[in-house]
């Protein structure tokens, strides 16, 4: 009987006794006026109003999900249908189950993901509050597009069609609300064939709050983000405060600058070494993330990181540490004899300084990158 069942529509519940069943009946309805043969399915999250039994009478197969969270109760219910393809959406009657005519084609014609659109599609006076439609969602869907060069123009549209034989191939993992930032940023980082559709959004129906929280939930969807993207991450803000550092420090590493009416001298030259430091170490944390990503199969793998990581590593890490940690010790033997010639006494701090800043830089990212190459091999350790 599963393999005749094309279409499973999907809905989380947690206490959704005022508008379940409307979304219910329309989604019966939908799959009776289409002809296609499907099932509706509630991964009901510990509902106490008696959603269960609402949900049952109205044709609806209950799903019982232990674990907390909207993203928990949504896999629950994916994980326990039977359908080639699943429509997800929330049960709180904002969206119209009864049409759901373009995420069908959409899927039928091969795509992985069909996206809904809310700004395409309509949003209706009092469905979106004012942050969440000029701030929240414009912002997160634009950091989305340019993190993972995505064209989704709506990345949080709670109403979405996929083959449900993806889901374990990506490898859902969160159970919150960022469940639904996951699965886009998944598919699109496994170049899954991806389609949009305009989508209407209605009021809520229900009474009581929605259990979204805008700001708390705004922040996890942004560092769930921020987490999926070393590079945005640490990589390229690591880089840019490294060639700060350089650039900055290799104007006045000789002699002092003036620039803009201010002059810079060897106090500049400390921060300038301290960005070098910092940068470096973001460079190298964006990529220990990267390479636990792959290894974990959070994220997909990366040619050309695949093959860095495979060209002795560990050996040009030590090697080219050492090299760095030993011209820093040179400066600083360097600066020691200067000292020595002064008679062990005080000597002009600036230009002494202009030698051991460096030098002192040179020895600390010596040893980072020794030690991030021994870091990274215990990373790359292959195991089964």
Known sequence: MADDIELSIVMPCLNEAETLEKCIVKAKAYLARSGIAGEVVIGDNGSTDGSQDIARKAGARVVDVPS????????????????????????????DFSDLDLFVEKLREGNDLVMGNRFEGGIRPGAMPFLHRYLGNPVLSFIGRLFFKSDIGDFHCGLRGFRQDIVK???????????????????TLFKL??????????????????????????????????????????????????????VVGGA?????????????????LIYAGTAVIIGFQAIVFGLFARVYGMQTGFLPKKQMLERFTQQGTLEKGLVG?????????????????KWQNAGFANLVYPEILRVVIPSATAIILGNQIMLAAFFLSVLMIKHK
């Open 321 to 337: 540490g050492i090299l760095l940690f030993l011209l820093g010790v040179a400066g600083a033997i360097f600066a020691i004899l």
């Open 252 to 268: 006045i590493v000789h002699g002092p600058k003036h620039a803009f009416g201010v002059t810079l001298d060897t106090n500049t």
């Open 169 to 187: 191939m990506l490898g859902l993992q969160t159970t919150g609300m960022e469940f639904a930032s996951e699965l886009v940023v998944k598919s």
């Open 193 to 246: 064939k991806i389609a949009e559709v305009p989508t209407v959004l209605s009021p809520d129906g229900r009474s009581r709050p929605p259990h979204l929280r805008t700001w708390r939930d705004g922040w996890r969807h942004l560092r769930f983000l921020l987490i999926y993207s070393p590079r945005w991450l640490f990589t390229i803000p690591g880089i840019v405060l490294m060639l700060a550092g350089l």
């Open 68 to 95: 907390r969270g909207y993203g928990a109760a949504l896999m629950g219910a994916i994980e326990g249908s039977r359908g080639k393809y699943v429509v997800m959406g929330d049960s709180d009657d904002s969206y």
